[in-house]
């Protein structure tokens, strides 16, 4: 059922112990947003743990109380009251699904969210999850601390490609704003998010190599196979670089992650990738989506390009 970011908070309040999730492959909205959301209810006197079912790239482990996520054990169980998902429909949480029985309750942003037989907010217009958390703390009359408004401007930066997409509005640059007020540093924000490894740059050395075009030019792609992925945490960035290609609509990365597991990351100028993705069995915004295709990388290539092909 839709509820509005009021209701959320009303249930929010009414709860003393909440688990708090995020999606797996968890990016800065998602490890921005558990975090800034466990800091503010905890000093309103919650119990509140966050669990996300998968590792986090390293960039993101200097954000405050990043040590206070915990993965969770295939058959673990959490005696909560509310279970938080934040930043992804329920299909992307992986084992954290079965820790509770707690009703649930969804915020997000993205197009593709279908909702289910739970409470879910959803704005779609928000740049990031963050921007809907930086909101929700005026609902529950929570204190943005300077810890607090750094982890949701980490959202908004990254979720934003640091407020050059179009994704960027108005309310997101008058919260980034008032969030560098509250205490940010925004270079050391991104001091820390553009850090990759050598491996991670001799990666995308690689992936480079491997571009090749489609449709007249309209459509790029990149892969990586699994010996050279697997040297490396984050492929964050990549598809930015071929992006920007001038006669590019449509750019896409295939990452084998295991043999027959290949994440696809679309971004798009004009095209619904999102409706791509969602055909897929992904999903995503209008202009950058993904999905995961169990095939051979060479199979997955195939799959793609017609199915963007078949949209453009
Ligand atoms: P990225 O390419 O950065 O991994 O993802 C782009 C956008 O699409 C993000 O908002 C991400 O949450 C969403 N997305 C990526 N993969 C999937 C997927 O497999 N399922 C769904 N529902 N969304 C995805
Ligand atoms: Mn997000």
């Known amino acids: 059922m839709m509820i509005t970011l009021k209701e959320a908070a009303t249930k929010i309040l009414a709860a003393n112990k909440i688990l708090i999730t995020a999606h797996v492959q968890p990016d800065g909205d998602a490890i921005g947003s558990t975090l800034a959301l466990m800091q503010m209810l905890r000093s309103l006197g919650k119990e509140a743990e966050i669990f996300i079912d998968d590792s986090v790239r390293k960039n993101l482990h200097a954000l405050p109380h990043f040590e206070k996520i915990r993965r969770p ?6 005696a909560a009251d509310l279970m ?9 949480i992986g084992v954290v699904k079965n820790l509770t029985d707690a ?6 942003h993205h197009v593709t969210n279908k909702g289910g037989d739970f409470d879910l907010c959803v704005e779609t217009e928000a740049a990031a999850t963050c921007e809907i958390i930086f909101k929700l703390a005026r609902e529950l009359e929570a204190d943005i601390t300077p810890e607090v408004a750094t982890c949701l401007y980490t959202g908004l930066a990254t979720d934003t490609g640091f407020f050059q997409f179009s994704n960027t509005r108005a309310q997101t640059l008058a919260a980034a704003a008032e969030l560098i007020t509250l205490g940010v540093s925004p270079n050391f924000i991104s001091e820390q998010l553009e850090k990759k490894s050598l491996a991670e ?11 090749k075009m489609f449709y007249d030019d309209k459509v790029a792609g990149i892969t990586i196979d699994h010996a050279t992925a697997k040297t490396f945490d984050s492929t964050e960035g990549f598809i930015d670089e071929i992006r920007v290609i001038e006669t590019v609509d449509v750019a896409f990365l295939i990452t084998e992650k295991a043999p027959k597991i290949c994440r696809v990351s679309m971004r798009s100028k004009g095209v619904n990738v999102a409706q791509i ?9 209008v202009r950058a989506a993904g999905c995961t295709l169990k095939t051979s990388l060479d199979e997955a290539e195939k799959i793609l390009v017609a199915a963007i092909g078949e949209a453009l």
């Open 73 to 78: 054990k295939a058959e673990e169980k959490f």
């Open 103 to 108: 009703p649930i309750l969804n915020i997000d």
């Open 277 to 285: 993705a969602d055909k897929l069995g992904g999903g995503g915004h």
């Open 201 to 211: 740059v001799r990666g995308l050395s690689a992936a480079l190599n491997s571009l």
């Open 84 to 92: 938080i998902v934040l930043d992804t429909s329920l299909d992307r």
